[in-house]
């Protein structure tokens, strides 16, 4: 599909509409690309994460992006990895979507997503990659994007996504 990349690199460098958080429930931080993301927006973003009230695994939140150059933070919550038989795969696909969705609702073309729950939550790469691509190719609107990205930020995933799609 035209409008899907993949790139190898730091998501907080790009230059799109909204890029997506790989965040946990509290919203209040941690490490990770959420910790990256964090240190590159600046402390005004957890000032605006502390004001709302957490989002469950599955969901996601649009904050405003600060000092980062992408002109949002869309922060999706992932599952941990706790065998498969937790609804993961589901979980994980309804943050793909939900991501999307969000993103056409504010008008955003341009959005690039990390490889959500695959570092610290410790979902399995090439799972987390099927799931991840099947999701946004079966997006309905998927056409009106200018631009997908997936930024992954280590050469087993770039291969990954490159051999998938
Ligand atoms: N740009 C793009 N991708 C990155 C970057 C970056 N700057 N830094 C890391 N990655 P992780 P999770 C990749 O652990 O597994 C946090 O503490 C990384 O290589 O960031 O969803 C949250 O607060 C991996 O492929 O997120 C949660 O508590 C991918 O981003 C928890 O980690 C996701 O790894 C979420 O765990």
């Not at 409008?3 to 190898?8: F, L, Q, S, V």
């Not at 994980?92 to 993103?103: I, K, V």
């Not at 939550?121 to 991840?132: L, Q, S, V, W």
Request: charge should be negative; hydrophobic fraction near 40%; glycine fraction near 10%.
């Amino acid at each position: 599909m035209k409008n899907i990349e993949i790139i190898n690199g730091d998501i907080t460098e790009l230059d799109v509409d909204v890029i997506v958080n790989a965040a946990n429930e509290t919203l209040l931080g941690g490490g990770g690309v959420d910790g990256a993301i964090h240190e590159k927006a600046g402390p005004e973003l957890l000032k605006e994460c502390q004001s709302l009230s957490g989002c469950p695994t599955g969901e996601v939140i649009l904050t405003e992006s600060y000092n980062l150059i992408a002109g949002a933070i869309i922060h999706a919550v992932g599952p941990k990895w706790g065998g498969g038989q937790n609804n993961e795969s589901d979980l994980l696909e309804s943050c793909y979507f939900g991501a999307l969705e969000l993103a056409l609702e504010h008008g955003f073309r341009t959005i690039a997503f990390p490889n959500i729950s695959t570092g610290i939550y410790g979902y399995p790469k090439i799972e987390a990659a099927i799931t991840a691509t099947s999701a946004v190719k079966s997006f309905e609107d998927l056409a009106e994007f200018e631009k997908v990205i997936f930024c992954c930020f280590d050469e087993e995933n770039y291969k990954i996504y490159s051999s998938i799609l």
